[in-house]
């Protein structure tokens, strides 16, 4: 007599269940949030409309874009990493915030624990260049110049922090070289008197300082990279300009809350992977001086890989050149 109730219990429960595995496969149902952390008309906005729109195709729902800009993009971070894990979420995450933010400031949140990898994006390799006046021709020669002038020679940088600022912590660890840091508030300020001649170099992305090099107002010495650029192959990489290994490429990705079901995360990474593959997005993205990386390195176990191998190779730097938000 007891089994009838239990029976019905089952079959409720069932149909329950198969309700909300129902529901899970129409996922996306509505509109789509992307948060950038960056201000509107930055870099990171930009490939991320691009992205955005494109991804809309394989999701059938549109992607708005959220704007969270502050203290180097971490109050975006941290809004992403209190978001719901429903899968209407998911943001922006890099080199800076994700891994520099990390060992420069005290976060709120983790930037490993408390967030789900969807997809690598994009890296943007730095180039090593002069002042044309720069009497070196190649990195070799210097490399010699600045050993040969200890203290004297001017680094333009963004700031405490920023990615010229840690290149240049780098690039005096492998060279055994010292200069000074100038800090500008932003990039074109340091073109500007690098060009003229007031600083003598710095390490900063493609897309700004190839404008320069074309018009023969500055030098590129190297690409912080294993290969050469698609839209630069003039310039050697640091292995054949002779500093093996100098690699710095900071690169961009999209990551998802802490609580994000897998089935979302891998339908969010095939929208990507789609996006990364058509010819318009890699041409916009070339345009950009943004390298796409190969579909293998486009997973989210890749991505997790990656992450935790760039927090275990630029936070020990960061530490010891005492780079700490001001």
Not at 184 to 213: K, V
Request: glycine share 10%.
């Amino acid at each position: 007599m007891q089994s009838r109730p239990l029976l019905a219990l089952f079959v409720v429960g069932s149909a329950l269940g198969n309700a909300a595995g129902a529901a899970g496969q129409v996922y996306p149902a509505r509109a789509i949030t992307m948060i950038v952390a960056y201000p509107a008309g930055g870099s990171a906005d930009v490939f991320g409309r691009i992205l955005a729109e494109r991804m809309r195709v394989s999701l059938g729902q549109p992607i708005v874009i959220e704007n969270v800009a502050g203290a180097s993009g971490n109050i975006g971070v941290g809004r992403l990493a209190r978001a719901s894990g429903d899968g209407y979420t998911f943001g922006y995450g890099g080199w800076v915030t994700n891994v520099v933010n990390g060992a420069a400031y005290r976060l709120p949140y983790d930037v490993l624990k408390d967030f789900q990898p969807i997809s690598l994006i994009a890296s943007n390799p730095q180039l090593i260049v002069a002042r044309k006046t720069m009497p070196a021709k190649d990195l070799s020669e210097f490399i010699d110049w600045l050993r040969a002038n200890p203290d004297k020679g001017l680094l333009g940088t963004t700031g405490v922090g920023s990615s010229s600022h840690i290149a240049g912590a780098f690039f005096q660890r492998e060279t055994g070289t010292r200069f000074q840091f100038v800090a500008y508030r932003g990039t074109p300020q340091w073109n500007q008197d690098l060009i003229a001649g007031q600083i003598d170099f710095a390490i900063e992305q493609a897309a700004s300082a190839l404008p320069h090099l074309r018009a023969g107002n500055t030098k590129a010495y190297a690409v912080t990279a294993k290969s050469r650029l698609a839209v630069a192959p003039e310039i050697p990489t640091v292995d054949e300009a002779g500093l093996p290994g100098f690699y710095m490429s900071p690169w961009h990705a999209f990551y998802a809350p802490k609580d994000t079901p897998q089935p979302i995360i891998n339908k969010l990474n095939a929208a990507v992977l789609d996006a990364l593959a058509d010819p318009s997005v890699r041409r916009q993205f070339a345009n950009l001086g943004l390298e796409i990386p190969p579909r293998e390195q486009q997973t989210p176990e890749a991505l997790d890989a990656h992450h935790k191998a760039e927090i275990e190779k630029w936070w020990p730097i960061i530490k010891a050149a005492g780079i700490k938000a001001e």
